[in-house]
């Protein structure tokens, strides 16, 4: 068997050829990427494998070294790691320097590059799910994906209105996005009902709502209406309380799964220049949520 091999169902195995790849994180034990990732080697049959790895914060310079020395073809980063492997990379992408944080690692021509495919992946998910973007959005949060989120939206000339809990955390992101059409608002019930109304779409990119804590929900009663387009990046529980009262009002509901399996076949298509089958991705990932009793 050569590089690109073809392995069949039954006969994958890995060997000393086989091309590893990986996802460094802390926690990293409930991270869904090793699934979707083989499962599109294995449909592909192609000879890699994706394996996960905890990596606690401080000893990341120490793995991204291993990482080099053991010539891993590729790797995805998460929580906490993303900020820290800035200035571990030889080189960073546009996108990831935009954005102050690396969510995938590449080789280039031998040189290791940081990447980010959160934006990317959150745009092709969008195009995927509905006709065209809606030209204003509300944007709740301005952690790491509200960033990703927020720069990619910008690009593509959406006003924004960002609203955070900790507000100068909201108005630091807006200061670093291109265009004037860009505003803070606070996190207030009468500010964010106010917000809604003028959008056409809503986008959670806090953890409010997240599996344990699926009681919450970022927006009071009452803000969501017919027609709008309700994203929420949180994929566990697959409705969320906020995506629930966006069914339930005649929005449309969008959960964080199709996001997760963009940016991975993003990362895909880095490491290995083939595009991967999205349906047998968003299949592995959506087997594995659990759905919560009521
Ligand atoms: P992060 O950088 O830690 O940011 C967390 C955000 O949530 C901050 O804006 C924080 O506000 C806000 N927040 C936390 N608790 C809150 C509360 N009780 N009330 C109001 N706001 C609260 O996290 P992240 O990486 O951006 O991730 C955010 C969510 O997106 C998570 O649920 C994550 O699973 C999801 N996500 C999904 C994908 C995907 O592919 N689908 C990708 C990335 C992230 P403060 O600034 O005030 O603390």
């Not at 799910?129 to 204003?136: D, F, H, K, L, T």
């Amino acid at each position: 068997m050569g590089d690109g091999v073809s392995m069949s169902e039954s006969g994958w195995c890995v060997s000393g050829r086989t091309k590893v790849l990986a996802v460094f994180g802390c926690p990293v034990e409930h991270s869904l990427s090793p699934a979707m990732h083989n499962a599109a080697i294995r449909a592909l049959g192609l000879d890699y494998v994706y394996v996960p790895f905890r990596v606690e914060p401080d000893e990341l310079p120490q793995a991204v070294a291993g990482l080099r020395s053991m010539r891993f073809a590729g790797v995805n980063l998460t929580i906490p790691l993303k900020e820290r492997a800035v200035d571990l990379v030889d080189e960073l992408s546009d996108e990831a320097a935009r954005i102050g944080a690396v969510n995938t690692l590449w080789f280039r021509e031998g040189r290791l590059v940081g990447d980010s495919t959160d934006g990317p992946g959150f745009l092709r998910s969008l195009e995927s799910a509905v006709e065209g973007i809606p030209e204003s959005a509300l944007i709740l949060g301005a952690g790491g994906s509200a960033r990703a989120v927020c720069h990619a939206l910008a690009g593509r000339g959406v006003t924004l209105a960002i609203a955070n809990r900790t507000m100068a955390r909201a108005e630091s992101l807006a200061g670093e996005l291109p265009g004037d059409g860009v505003r803070v608002v606070p996190w207030t019930d009468d500010d964010l009902r106010s917000a809604c109304a003028e959008v056409g779409l809503v986008v959670n990119c806090t953890s409010v709502g997240m599996t344990p804590n699926i009681g919450g929900s970022p927006l009071p009663p009452g803000c969501l209406k017919t027609g709008q387009l309700i994203y929420d990046l949180i994929y566990s529980p697959p409705e969320t309380r906020l995506l629930k009262e966006a069914r339930e009002c005649g929005a449309v509901a969008m959960n964080g799964v199709l996001m997760l399996v963009h940016q991975g076949a993003c990362s895909f298509e880095l490491w290995t220049g083939v595009r991967p089958p999205m349906d047998v991705m968003e299949r592995a990932v959506t087997e594995r949520i659990t759905v919560p009793a009521d």
